[in-house]
């Protein structure tokens, strides 16, 4: 079975600043990464996604995210952030050869002027 | 290319009632899966549907049941609803094959209310 801990339940940030959420995961398999963004009474979008190769992935709107196999990590930076990037964000696993993902239980990106 | 869409956007029941929430997958894509997501909580997987069948389903009672149609979109039926099936109920699709490693896109979800 897989886990997925999202460490901070809120970010509050300033525009213009960096910003890093954090995740961690749990599995006994081989595994894929995502990361989606709800905005307010919106569905999923996906950010990025890590399936194989280059550890560091590029996504949407300026983020990215570094998968780390040894600590089970695949935290989601920005460089800056803007108002508009106000949102939650949700890490995502996949065993392989599976489709059903398992989220974490978000984080809430609060981003002020 | 059509987006996943459901309907309807919101819902009230009250407890007892039964509820059909539906969806149209992606132009393309043959699987579907449903996800609940409570209030302040990520996304739970309820269950998904290959080719009109159930192919995996997770920890939830067979009150909550599915069908997926020939052209793919699916419907998610739900008996004898409690207060807790209150939640915002996700549909993804996605395209399973050879090939993977089927990126799920998400509908906008139906936000049901059970009083």
């Known amino acids: 079975a897989q886990s997925v801990t999202q460490l901070d339940s809120q970010v509050p940030v300033f525009e213009e600043a960096p910003v890093e959420l954090r995740c961690n995961y749990s599995?006994?398999?081989?595994?894929?990464l995502f990361w989606y963004v709800q905005y307010p009474n919106q569905g999923l979008q996906l950010l990025l996604k890590y399936l194989s190769g280059s550890t560091l992935v590029k996504g949407i709107n300026g983020f990215e995210a570094e998968f780390n196999k040894s600590q089970t990590s695949f935290h989601l930076r920005k460089p800056s952030v803007h108002i508009s990037d106000t949102a939650e964000y949700f890490c995502a696993v996949r065993a392989t050869g599976f489709q059903k993902l398992v989220f974490g239980t978000g984080t809430r990106l609060l981003v002020s002027p | 290319e059509t987006g996943v869409t459901q309907s309807p956007t919101h819902l009230i029941k009250t407890r007892g009632q039964q509820v059909t929430l539906r969806c149209s997958s992606q132009?393309?894509?043959?699987?579907v899966s449903w996800y609940q997501q409570a209030l302040g909580q990520g996304p739970q997987f309820i269950f998904q549907?290959?080719?009109?069948?159930?192919?995996g389903r997770g920890n939830f009672p067979p009150r909550f049941s599915g069908l997926q149609f020939p052209n793919y979109s699916s419907e998610l039926n739900v008996n004898a609803l409690e207060l807790d099936d209150s939640a915002l109920y996700l549909c993804?699709?996605?395209?399973?094959?050879?090939?993977?490693?089927?990126?799920?896109?998400f509908g906008p979800g139906t936000r049901l209310t059970v009083t």
């Open positions: 132009s393309g894509h043959n699987t």
């Open positions: 549907y290959y080719r009109e069948e159930e192919n």
């Open positions: 993804a699709s996605s395209l399973a094959g050879s090939r993977g490693p089927y990126e799920q896109y």
């Open positions: 599995s006994s398999v081989s595994v894929y």
